[in-house]
Antibody, heavy 120, light 107 residues
Framework: VQLVESGGVVVQPGGSLRVSCAAS????????MHWVRQAPGKGLEWVSLISWDGAGTDYADSVKGRFTISRDNSKNSLYLQMDSLRTEDTALYHC??????????????WGQGTLVTVSS | DIQMTQSPSSLSASVGDRVTITCRAS??????LAWYQQKPGKVPQLLIY???TLQSGVPSRFSGSGSGTDFTLTISSLQPEDVATYYC?????????FGQGTKVEIK
């Protein structure tokens, strides 16, 4: 299993950015996928999830209405569109795979992350 | 939303010591509780799921217990390679909230 994030850059407050996660080594369209972020020197914060078929999504309150998760199963790819970015969104963004194809399950594989810095 | 509270936030123990970290959920989550280990500069690794089931490849000195609202991660004999921050997470529905973390150091 490999999860490789990309797209992190420095962006101004109020700006937008899309980060991506390329998945390999497993049947991508069987699994719910997640984004988790970690601000510098801080703990883990769950951000969003998307069901195997993209029909179900959910978000942390801190990003609801500003971030949109999506996936393209034909490309084995996960995305996070981030709009109206704030300085407090500065973090390393990891994609993570659910450990089981059905039901509620923890995260058994994590990507190394892509760094998003929101600064003027 | 259900909050997850870990204690202590940090601890220092000697090699060979028994170490216990607790995690409390603000509402019952049955056994939908996972523990992760994050070593410095590394990504989190799943240690335990379903409150007490050891993930494949995890040393047997790690164990978990609890159900409902109160959970415990125990390291039976602390080793130098266990220096890390440990997080609990509830995966019962969304949000999949993490605890604030417990930093474990060697005395």
């Amino acid at each position: 299993v490999q999860l490789v994030e990309s797209g992190g850059v420095v962006v101004q407050p109020g700006g937008s950015l899309r980060v991506s996660c390329a998945a390999s080594g497993f049947t991508f369209d069987d699994y719910t996928m997640h984004w988790v972020r970690q601000a510098p020197g801080k703990g883990l914060e769950w951000v969003s999830l998307i069901s195997w078929d993209g029909a179900g999504t959910d978000y942390a309150d801190s990003v609801k209405g500003r971030f949109t998760i999506s996936r393209d199963n034909s490309k084995n790819s996960l995305y996070l569109q981030m709009d109206s970015l704030r300085t407090e969104d500065t973090a390393l963004y990891h994609c993570a795979k659910s450990s089981a194809p059905t039901g509620w399950s923890p995260f058994d594989y994590w990507g190394q992350g892509t760094l998003v810095t929101v600064s003027s | 939303d259900i909050q997850m509270t870990q204690s202590p936030s940090s601890l220092s123990a000697s090699v060979g010591d028994r170490v216990t970290i607790t995690c409390r959920a603000s509402q019952g989550i049955s056994n939908y509780l996972a523990w992760y280990q994050q070593k410095p500069g590394k990504v989190p690794q799943l240690l335990i799921y379903a409150a007490s089931t050891l993930q494949s490849g995890v040393p047997s000195r790690f164990s978990g217990s609890g159900s409902g609202t109160d959970f415990t991660l125990t390291i039976s004999s602390l080793q130098p390679e266990d220096v890390a921050t440990y997080y609990c997470q509830k995966y019962y529905s969304a949000p999949r909230t993490f605890g604030q973390g417990t930093k474990v150091e060697i005395k």
